[in-house]
C-alpha cells in the first residue's frame, strides 16, 4: 500500500476546525510557486457568519467527541477520497469526530451523487460506499 503526506488547509475559527482543503504533498510543493501564490486576509466577521449557518446544514457525521473537523468534499473528487482514507485511523479517536459537508463543485455528477447520499436511509453507509468503492450510492452495496 502506498502512503501519502498529505498537506491540510484548515481554518481554526471559535474552537472550530474546517477543513478547507488535502493536497498530496508534492501536488502542494507545486501549487506553492510564487506565479501561483495569493495571499487573501481573511474576514473574521463573515468567517463568524458562516460558521452560525454551517451548524445549520446536513452533514455526515463520524465518530463522536468534543473535537470536531468538518470537511467539504465533492462525491467526485480523488483528493476528498485519499483524505477519507487518511482519516480512517484517527475518526472516534481521542475525542475526534468528523462531520462531511458534501458539495457539487467538480462534476455535473457530483449534484445528484450528493443528493443521494444525503436522501440515503443511511447517510454514513452511502457515504462510506462512495468514498471507499466510488459506488453510485443510489446502487444497492
Known sequence: ??????CFRL?????A???LGALPV???QQAASPAVQTRVAPDIR???????????????????????LTVFFDPNCPYC????????????KDGLQVDWVPVAILAPS???????????KDRLQAFRATEEHGLDPNRPA
Open 1 to 6: 500500500m502506498v502512503r501519502s503526506r498529505f
Open 110 to 120: 457530483s449534484a445528484a451523487k450528493a443528493a443521494a447520499i444525503l436522501q440515503a
Open 11 to 15: 481554518l481554526c475559527l471559535g474552537g
Open 26 to 28: 508534492q501536488a502542494q
Open 17 to 19: 476546525a474546517f477543513c
Open 81 to 92: 477520497r485519499q483524505l477519507y482514507s487518511a482519516l480512517r485511523p484517527y475518526v472516534g
Open 46 to 68: 463573515a468567517a463568524a457568519q458562516v460558521l452560525a449557518q454551517l451548524h445549520k446544514t446536513t452533514r455526515i457525521r463520524e465518530g463522536e467527541g468534543p473535537r470536531v
